[in-house]
T-cell receptor, first 112, second 116 residues
Framework: GEDVEQSLFLSVREGDSSVINCTYT??????LYWYKQEPGAGLQLLTY?????DMKQDQRLTVLLNKKDKHLSLRIADTQTGDSAIYFC????????????FGTGTRLTIIP | EPEVTQTPSHQVTQMGQEVILRCVPI?????FYWYRQILGQKVEFLVS????????KSEIFDDQFSVERPDGSNFTLKIRSTKLEDSAMYFC??????????????FGDGTRLSIL
């Protein structure tokens, strides 16, 4: 079945860029998503990318997709304390499949 | 911005009891979903629902579980005869169209279910 993997922890100094990585196994993935979960809160959609794109930029967020290596990354520029959260990568495939398959989540900690 | 709302935020139930988790999806959305996240584990898909019927369910979603859209706004998940291992955060989500058409799922804040 589909699998999505992420490293569990990332620590970054305030003002630096954060890069959160994700790998997936499903070669039929069509859309890949990044969700943010702050403590006690739900899953907030940050951004998503269609599989025929290599890159998508949205203000401080840049998503890079390497479809050949099945690797997705989320870069957060000028990381702020408010960016502290768990970031989930998720994918969905195109066989009429509606479910999202999530990664383990990466806990991003900002060092002042 | 429209939101998915879930109630209650925390539900404590005795093992063996039935529990109903409630969700109000975003008003113009047509596809509804339930996921769960056991503490320390991944978010797992349970079921998707469209046009008043289940469109897909995972192997977790057995006869103990059921979903319903009792009126034009609510979407509920019923868990019969709860077990200790049902303790988890349950998330409701909705989307305008099928995922394959690029419409993302929007999630509620979740209901934390604790089975004693």
């Amino acid at each position: 079945g589909e699998d999505v993997e992420q490293s569990l922890f990332l620590s970054v100094r305030e003002g630096d860029s954060s890069v959160i990585n994700c790998t997936y196994t499903d070669s039929s993935s069509t859309y890949l998503y990044w969700y943010k979960q702050e403590p006690g809160a739900g899953l907030q959609l940050l951004t998503y990318i269609f599989s025929n794109m290599d890159m998508k930029q949205d203000q401080r967020l840049t998503v890079l997709l390497n479809k050949k290596d099945k690797h997705l990354s989320l870069r957060i520029a000028d990381t702020q304390t408010g960016d502290s959260a768990i970031y989930f990568c998720a994918e969905t495939s195109n066989f009429g499949n509606e479910k999202l398959t999530f990664g383990t989540g990466t806990r991003l900690t900002i060092i002042p | 911005e429209p939101e998915v709302t879930q109630t209650p935020s925390h539900q404590v139930t005795q093992m063996g009891q039935e529990v109903i988790l409630r969700c109000v999806p975003i008003s113009n959305h047509l596809y509804f979903y339930w996921y769960r996240q056991i503490l320390g584990q991944k978010v797992e898909f349970l079921v998707s629902f469209y046009n008043n019927e289940i469109s897909e369910k995972s192997e977790i979603f057995d006869d103990q579980f059921s979903v319903e859209r009792p009126d034009g706004s609510n979407f509920t998940l019923k868990i019969r005869s709860t077990k200790l291992e049902d303790s988890a955060m349950y998330f409701c989500a909705s989307s305008e169209r099928r995922q394959g058409a690029g419409q993302p799922q929007h999630f509620g804040d979740g209901t934390r279910l604790s089975i004693l």
